[in-house]
């Protein structure tokens, strides 16, 4: 088996925080889709901790690993591979935040090894790769790369300014809101319900947001959920929404350190797609490259004038806003100036071979599962 250096493009191995996550849609299928449309990369093969597609054979150029949130992955890898995998980390997932339950977060130790033995560490913006390093107490200077959030916006004409017809609220997991989310649900309910807009909530509707529609007799509704590219596709053709992007700026220390470390993915989405919003002036909506809608400070009066104030004529710079926002965040564009340099300072001077690799890690999950049995039939360890 040739185990020389590919001379074509790279063949990557990406190790997934959950193969059809959000994340993994956003951080690892889009930019590996865009790098092998425009022949950067060979190809790539995509599987997560439980090696549900992985491949049994074959040489990789590049192993990636997302996020790390899988422990005995992550421990694996540092192990077997040290200095010789890319890691990417979306979140600040060594922090603490109180709107999260420990078991949201994995194994900061664990999380910490692979920072430490990671060939490249990339990166939504390099706000975050300080706080990992602070947290980590390891240098991560000579091997941080930026990769901003972006999206395949397509070929179409931008969208026509037009007034929003509903206000739209999006999460993946928790509502990012703690100490403010009364005033700010309560301002957007009550603007919803002025405005008799319908108030649309995509992904889990936190017990605050009916309270606050209920009581300001907003009508709240429910999105059924869709895929990262169905929800990409709607913002592109759906009407017009007012989105509304809050995050904590007043919650304790750890809240406040964890939402510092998030991406502006948000503001990529509403401005690139021609939908007007408010974000909170939270770091990552503001120590950004971008700028759309309005940011406003954590309390209702702030809120409900910044809501007021797109609703009224805000709404019509839509159309330089959605060009600008565009022309910064691309995706092609990042995946050729951002993710690609990174995967060739992440590319291995000899390939790894699939097979033994995955044999490795079957063998850990085997362990894992002998360990689970003797626990529940309380048998004495070998």
């Not at 939402?259 to 503001?267: A, E, Q």
């Amino acid at each position: 088996m040739n185990r020389e250096r590919s001379a074509t493009g790279p063949r990557v191995l990406a190790f997934a925080d959950g193969r059809d996550s959000l994340v993994a849609a956003c951080r690892l299928h889009a930019p590996l889709t865009a790098l092998r449309h425009v022949g950067l990369i060979d190809d790539f093969v995509v599987t997560d901790a439980t090696l549900r597609g992985a491949p049994r054979s074959g040489l990789f150029d590049v192993v990636w690993l997302q996020r790390g949130a899988d422990a005995a992955l992550a421990r694996l890898l540092a192990a077997r591979l040290p200095g010789r995998f890319l890691l990417d980390v979306d979140d600040h997932l060594l922090c603490r935040p109180a709107y999260l339950a420990p078991d949201d977060l994995p194994d900061a130790e664990a999380l910490t090894d692979a920072l430490t033995a990671c060939r490249v560490l990339t990166m939504p913006s390099w706000r975050l790769a300080g706080l990992l390093e602070q947290r980590a107490g390891v240098s991560l200077a000579g091997k941080a790369r930026t990769c901003p959030n972006a999206v395949a916006f397509g070929g179409e004409g931008l969208r026509r300014p037009q007034r929003p017809v509903a206000v739209l609220l999006t999460q993946s997991h928790r509502l990012a809101l703690t100490v403010s989310e009364g005033d700010v649900l309560g301002a957007i309910a009550e603007f919803a319900a002025r405005r008799r807009l319908p108030l649309w909530c995509l992904g889990a509707q936190s017990p605050a947001l009916r309270v606050a529609a209920a009581s300001a007799g907003a009508a709240l509704a429910t999105l059924t959920p869709r895929s990262y590219r169905q929800y990409h596709a709607d913002l592109d053709a759906g009407p017009v929404v007012l989105g509304v992007a809050p995050l904590e700026t007043h919650g304790d220390a750890q809240t406040n350190e964890f939402v510092s470390g998030k991406s502006d993915i948000k503001m990529v989405e509403y401005g690139g797609y021609g939908h007007p919003a408010v974000y909170s002036r939270a770091a990552p909506y503001v120590d950004t490259d971008i700028a759309c809608g309005r940011r406003a400070d954590n309390d209702h009066a702030a809120w409900t004038a910044a809501l007021e104030e797109l609703y009224e004529d805000g709404w019509q710079a839509l159309v330089d806003e959605q060009r600008a926002v565009r022309e910064r965040r691309d995706l092609e564009r990042v995946a050729a100036e951002s993710w690609w340099p990174a995967l060739e300072a992440a590319r291995l001077e000899e390939p790894v071979d699939a097979a033994k690799l995955l044999s490795d890690l079957d063998q850990l999950r085997a362990l894992a599962r002998d360990g689970v049995a003797r626990a529940r039939w309380h048998l004495r360890p070998r």
